[in-house]
Each structure stands twice: as structure tokens, then as C-alpha cells.
């Protein structure tokens, strides 16, 4: 038997899996570098424009295909990809540029197209997001086609890969990621490259199959054939295991199939304490493709969609209309079920094709409402957008980062003026829809009171609201240690959000991870959360916590976790009394 390697990469689907690996050779192909006589040039301008049209062709055609023949959520999401693809190929970057090298410098038309594909993923490079830097690989996947068609290799071609293989691979193309997906059943993917946003990560969280991204040179250890475990959870492949190491997968792979298995029973069920008080469970998203796992695992409705998300893949920002589609696609998908759609949280450094000065402090910088409110025009076709988009099921919205009440009255206004010039233009509106915000800056918390005047609900996103409370960059792993969401600081901030919108009558909602963590149910529960908002993994063990306890004991023990200093302390007490309770979260 070959010798068993571990690999570590990043966790980018959640899940275990053991299967026999399938390699799918994905390398980029080697570039010719030829210099050209003079009298070469016009036919190599020739060709490369030949090969362009072809490239397109084949992408228009792989779109008609996957929109027929996959159901419309699902076709629908890839179909934009691969047309931010047709874009990327039309842009007079990439064609004036490859076509001036291929004449100035007199070099042949794949060399030509390389180099400025280099530039262009160097405009990538700086950008703070990690979603943004990810796209570079598109850049990629558009040049290799072309380069593949001025070589007249094929592309797009059909591999078969048999049923509950783990596909390994250099990187996979989302077009490639669309075919594998219908195919069948995959068993989980391993890529080299790529990071939590990856098109690999989003199709595979999105099928509900395990992946581990980012596992470096997994393609070049991993044989067709070989025996290969895969945690999704914690980033680990597992090559040629031993019998050892595969009973602990298995039994990992029995236990979070029991916690699946558990989620589909239990996802009609309502999350009610003994008690009798309710608490609604809501899904985050960021993609359209989400909806089905999340309904599946029993959402109520969606708590945060993370709109910045259709900036993906694309030089310019999305049109109007194609707001509209995104948003009209997820309304009808959800029925009467609510859908809190999230206004653009976008940061200087994170809008593509744009040339921004670097902020010392991006995180706080001009992002979020801060950002639309200064690029009124961008905000503008969002807000019609989700006007328009407001006919067709149940919509709310909310303004992220809101620090002060001025900037919800400007959104608001801003949002009616929208409303009114629609009007005026003849083009049908939805009624009224509720108008919420992020409770996000510690600003934010401490006017909770008059933001509760003037907002429909809140929803609090813990994620950045600890890290400005308590100072911590959620980004920098030298402090991470720091970042408490028990600390008496958060919890006395929660209080009194809660407590503000208790007096003024307005729903109050989480939707940071924090809401999403069982540790933490019942001190949500205590504080008198109304909804909370997750990914669909974790809304069964969530709501197998309200469903066991009464919410007079959540109360009596935030009481005592609050009598307590430090965060340290009171982390312990609320863990040691939630093993009191529950002897496994995740049963
Ligand atoms: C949050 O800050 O908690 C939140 C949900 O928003 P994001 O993670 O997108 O900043
Ligand atoms: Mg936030």
C-alpha cells in the first residue's frame, strides 16, 4: 500500500468524505513564445481575433446548455458566470492590449494574450478583499481558453468521472464546476488553489459537498484511484490513509451525517422553548444558489443577503437590471417567506475596475452606507432595483454599518426619491416594504433608542460590532484571541439594543456568526432575540437547543454569566452550565 500524506488546506465546504480520488488534469497549458517577421503580424492579429470569436461562441453555447438542462436557480447563477466570462473576453483591455503587443512587439498571439493577462491580475493583487483577489483565477480561466483555441486543443470537453469519486484538481473552472456538478454525485473536491470564495468553495457549499481549497500541490501527490478522506470542516486530505485514521473519519462522517439526517427531521419544526416563547431561524446568503440547502434545512426566511457578492467576477458593477433579476430570482424562490436583502457593503478597496486610493483603515474607511451614500449614483440603481424587484414576494431592507441617524434618514430619503421618480416613469413598485438597519458600530448601540424611532427592525452584526467594541481587527490573527463575543462589553451592548427595540416595538434580529453558534443559544435566547440569522448547516443545532430548554432559565443564567468580570469567566460558567444541559451540541 502507498504511503499515507496529509495535506492541510483551507475548510471551504463543510462535511467528511472517503472516496477514490479523481485527478483531473487542469494544469494551464505551456505558451508558445515565438517572435514574428514583420510581414507575420496581420495574420497573427487575425488569428488571435478568430480565436476570441470561437471563444466566445463556446461560452454562449456552454451557458445555453447548463441554463436548459440544470434547474433555473442553479443553471441561472452559472449562466452569469460564464457571461461575466464573455465580458471579461470583450473587454478592450484585454483585446486592444493583446492586439497592440502582438504588432508593436511582434510576438505571436498566445504569448501576447499571457502577458496581459498578467497585467490584469495585477490589478487584483492589492485589493484587501480576499473575494476580489480570488477573481484573478477568472482571468485565467478566459485567457487559458483562448490560448487552448489559438492551439486548437480542446475545451469544454465531457469527462466522465465516476459516481462518489473526490475530484482532485489544480483549480476548476467554474464551467468546469458546472459540468462536474451535474454529472452526479461528487464526493468532495480537493483543490490547490483558491481560497474561501473560490468558484469551487461557492458550488460545492452550495451542493452541500465537502471541499478543501488551497490544499497546495494536492494534484501532484493525489493518484486516479488513490484512497483519499477529505474533512471540509477543518481543511484536512488524507492520502492513502491508514485503517486507523479511516475508522476516526468514518466515524466523523457518521456523526455529522447524523447531525444532517437530524436537520432534514427537524426542519418543518418551529424553534419554540418549552415555555412556549419563539424564536425565528433565518438563513444567510450570498448567492441565489444557497436557497435550496437553506430551505431544505428548514429557514424561515433569509436574515442577510449579502448583495456585494454580485460584484463577483466582473470589471464593471452590475447593471440595473441585473440587480433586478438577482433579487427578483431570490423573492420568487423564497415565496411569501421574508427575504432581508443587505444594501450594498462595499469598501473603497473592494470595488472592482476602479482605481481607489489606499485608506490607512479601510475598516474605518468609506465602506458600507458611507460608501453608497457618496457614490449616489451606484446606490441609485441598486435602490430601484430592489424597488422594482419589491413586487414579487416578501422584501425588507437593511442599510449596513449605520453609525448616526442622519445617514438612515438620507438612505431613507434617498430610497424615496427612487421610489417616487419610478413612480413617475410609469414602472410598477412594490408596496411599502419594512426598513431596517445594521446595528454594527458601538455608535450604533449606544443610540439604539432613537434609531429604534425611525427604523422597522434591527438587525445586529456582531461580526463587526465586536470588533469595534472591543477594538479588535476581525482580520488579524495576532489579536484574534481577543475577539470575545461573551466579553461584558458585547453582552451589556446587546442589552441594551435588545432593550431599545423592545421599547419601540420593532423586531430585533442577529445575523453575525455569533447567531449561528449553539454556544451561544441561550444567551441570545435570554437577551430576547426575535430572529436569528445562519448558514443552513446550523440552524438545526440552534434550534435543538430553544426547543430543549425554557427561556425563565436562559434568563436566570445570563443574569449570573453577567455578575462575572471577565470574559474568561464568564465563557466557562455559560459552558459549563451548557454541559449541564446538553451533553453533545451537535445531537
Ligand atoms: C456582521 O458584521 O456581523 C455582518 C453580518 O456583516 P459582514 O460579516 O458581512 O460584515
Ligand atoms: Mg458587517
Not at 191 to 203: E, F, K, M, P, R
Not at 209 to 220: H, L
Not at 405 to 422: G, I, P, T, W
Not at 458 to 474: C, E, H
Request: net charge negative.
Amino acid at each position: 500500500m502507498s504511503a499515507t500524506v496529509s495535506l492541510q488546506g483551507i475548510g471551504a465546504s463543510p462535511g467528511v468524505a472517503v472516496g477514490h480520488a479523481f485527478v483531473l488534469d487542469s494544469k494551464r497549458v505551456r505558451t508558445p513564445k515565438v517572435k514574428l517577421k514583420a510581414d507575420e503580424v496581420d495574420s497573427e492579429a487575425l488569428r488571435f481575433k478568430t480565436a476570441v470569436d470561437l471563444s466566445d461562441r463556446q461560452l454562449q453555447d456552454l451557458k445555453e446548455r447548463l441554463f436548459s438542462e440544470s434547474d433555473r436557480s442553479q443553471g441561472q447563477d452559472h449562466a452569469l458566470i460564464l457571461e461575466a466570462h464573455r465580458m471579461m473576453l470583450h473587454d478592450p483591455m484585454f483585446l486592444v492590449e493583446v492586439s497592440r503587443l502582438i504588432k508593436d512587439e511582434a510576438i505571436n498571439a498566445e504569448w501576447a494574450v499571457r502577458r496581459v493577462a498578467k497585467r490584469l491580475k495585477h490589478q487584483f493583487d492589492n485589493l484587501e478583499d480576499e473575494y476580489f483577489r480570488e477573481r484573478r483565477a477568472d482571468v485565467d480561466f478566459v485567457a487559458d481558453r483562448v490560448v487552448r483555441n489559438l492551439l486548437g486543443q480542446a475545451v469544454d470537453e465531457e469527462v466522465q468521472v465516476p459516481t462518489d469519486a473526490v475530484i482532485i484538481a489544480h483549480e476548476i473552472s467554474p464551467a468546469d464546476a458546472a459540468m462536474l456538478v451535474k454529472t452526479g454525485r461528487i464526493a468532495a473536491f480537493v483543490t490547490d488553489l483558491g481560497g474561501q470564495t473560490s468558484h469551487t468553495a461557492i458550488v460545492a457549499r452550495a451542493r452541500e459537498v465537502p471541499a478543501v481549497v488551497g490544499a497546495v500541490r494536492a494534484s501532484e501527490h493525489v493518484r486516479t484511484g488513490d484512497v483519499v478522506a477529505v474533512d471540509g470542516t477543518r481543511g484536512l486530505v488524507l492520502v492513502n490513509p491508514t485503517e486507523q485514521q479511516l475508522s476516526i473519519f468514518r466515524e466523523t462522517m457518521r456523526r455529522h451525517l447524523a447531525v444532517e439526517a437530524t436537520a432534514l427531521r427537524t426542519a418543518e419544526l418551529r424553534a419554540v422553548t418549552l415555555d412556549g416563547v419563539e424564536v425565528h431561524l433565518n438563513g444567510n446568503i450570498e448567492f441565489p444558489e444557497e436557497i435550496p440547502s437553506l430551505l431544505a434545512h428548514g429557514a424561515e426566511g433569509i436574515g442577510l443577503y449579502r448583495t456585494e457578492f454580485l460584484f463577483l467576477n466582473r470589471p464593471l458593477p452590475p447593471t440595473e437590471e441585473e440587480h433586478y433579476q438577482a433579487y427578483r430570482e431570490v423573492l420568487l424562490a423564497m415565496g411569501n417567506r421574508p427575504v432581508t436583502i443587505r444594501t450594498l457593503d462595499l469598501g473603497g478597496d473592494k470595488v472592482p475596475g476602479k482605481k481607489i486610493e489606499k485608506e490607512t483603515n479601510p475598516a474605518m474607511g468609506l465602506r458600507a452606507i458611507r460608501y453608497c451614500l457618496q457614490h449616489r449614483e451606484m446606490f441609485r440603481v441598486q435602490l430601484r432595483a430592489l424597488l422594482r424587484a419589491s413586487a414579487h414576494g416578501n422584501m425588507r431592507i437593511m442599510f449596513p454599518l449605520i453609525s448616526g441617524l442622519s445617514e438612515l434618514r438620507e438612505a431613507r430619503s434617498e430610497l424615496e426619491h427612487c421610489r417616487s421618480e419610478l413612480g413617475r416613469s410609469g414602472h410598477p413598485v412594490g408596496k411599502r416594504m419594512p426598513i431596517g438597519i445594521m446595528v454594527e458600530t458601538p455608535s450604533a448601540a449606544l443610540i439604539a433608542d432613537r434609531l429604534a424611532q425611525e427604523a422597522d427592525f434591527f438587525s445586529v452584526g456582531t461580526n463587526d460590532l465586536i470588533q469595534y467594541s472591543l477594538a479588535i481587527d476581525r482580520q488579524n490573527r495576532d489579536v484574534a484571541y481577543l475577539y470575545k463575543p461573551l466579553h461584558l462589553a458585547v453582552l451589556r451592548s446587546l442589552r441594551s439594543i435588545v432593550t431599545a427595540a423592545k421599547a419601540a416595538k420593532i423586531p430585533v434580529a442577529m445575523c453575525g456568526e455569533m447567531g449561528g453558534d449553539p454556544a451561544f443559544t441561550l444567551v441570545l435566547l435570554a437577551l430576547g432575540f426575535d430572529e436569528l440569522s445562519m448558514t443552513a448547516g446550523q440552524i438545526s443545532s440552534v434550534k435543538g437547543i430553544v426547543r430543549r430548554v425554557n427561556r425563565t432559565d436562559a434568563v436566570e443564567l445570563l443574569d449570573k454569566a453577567m455578575e462575572f468580570s471577565t470574559a474568561e469567566e464568564i465563557e466557562r460558567f455559560v459552558r459549563s452550565e451548557m454541559e449541564l444541559r446538553f451533553t453533545n451540541l451537535q445531537d
